[in-house]
């Protein structure tokens, strides 16, 4: 019987994760890779949200893959980083305009 319990209880834990994202949030997913497309796994991946500064982390799996999920709309920074390799960060604004 605690058997069943544990699977339904497992059940409702992995739907109530589904459910949570609506159209209310995003997701990010991508991969990790040095210059010529070696994946990178164990990478930290961070972003933050210009506006409120509110972080978001998770590393690479070991396929070189992450998801950051449940993310408020807004524009964001990103930062990759791993272990023998120079940070890469994306521009938190964008380029001037040329008139």
């Known amino acids: ?3 069943c319990c544990a699977r339904l209880l497992s059940f ?3 739907l ?3 459910l949570a994202q609506d ?12 210059q010529v497309g070696g994946r990178i796994p164990g ?9 409120t500064g509110l972080r978001y982390s998770n590393s690479t799996d070991l396929e070189g893959r992450f998801a950051l999920q ?14 023998g ?3 890469q960060i994306t521009p938190t604004s ?6």
């Open 1 to 3: 019987m605690s058997h």
């Open 12 to 14: 409702f834990l992995l």
């Open 16 to 18: 109530t994760a589904a």
């Open 23 to 34: 159209a209310s949030t995003g997701a990010i997913r991508g991969i990790v890779s040095d």
């Open 43 to 51: 990478a930290s991946v961070t972003l933050v949200n210009n506006a």
């Open 70 to 83: 449940l993310l408020p709309p807004g524009d964001y920074s990103g930062r990759a980083e791993s272990i």
């Open 85 to 87: 390799m120079s940070p």
């Open 94 to 99: 964008p380029p001037p305009s040329l008139p």
